[in-house]
């Protein structure tokens, strides 16, 4: 492997990295406020949880209508959105017990 490509390399690596940290901070937030939206109780793993589920139901979502988030603020309504839609359906199913 070239020097270059022992760079570029550790340059994927770090920006997968960043993107993950970025993801879970993402979710994080948009858990928080679907949680306070919603009025759901729960802590920091719950809301990372929330968010990120919220983030894959809410790309869906917004992809159905042709709606696709450029920036890091759009990223965060489409996991709130997505976190409100998952929270509602999970009390559908399971009646509402967060409280």
């Known amino acids: 492997m070239s020097h270059f490509g022992f760079h570029f390399g550790l340059w994927?690596?770090?920006?997968?990295?960043?993107?993950?940290?970025?993801s879970i901070l993402v979710g994080a937030i948009s858990g928080w406020?679907?949680?306070l939206i919603m009025d759901s109780k729960?802590?920091?793993i719950r809301n990372?949880?929330?968010g990120l589920v919220g983030g894959a139901v809410g790309n869906w979502i917004f992809r159905a209508l042709d709606i696709m988030p450029y920036?890091?603020?759009g990223h965060i309504v489409v996991g709130v959105v997505g976190a409100v839609v998952v929270i509602w359906v999970g009390r559908l199913i399971f009646g509402h017990r967060d409280r």
């Open 48 to 50: 990372i949880i929330l």
């Open 42 to 44: 729960g802590g920091i």
């Open 33 to 35: 406020l679907a949680g």
């Open 12 to 22: 994927i690596q770090w920006k997968k990295g960043k993107n993950m940290l970025v």
């Open 71 to 73: 920036s890091f603020l």
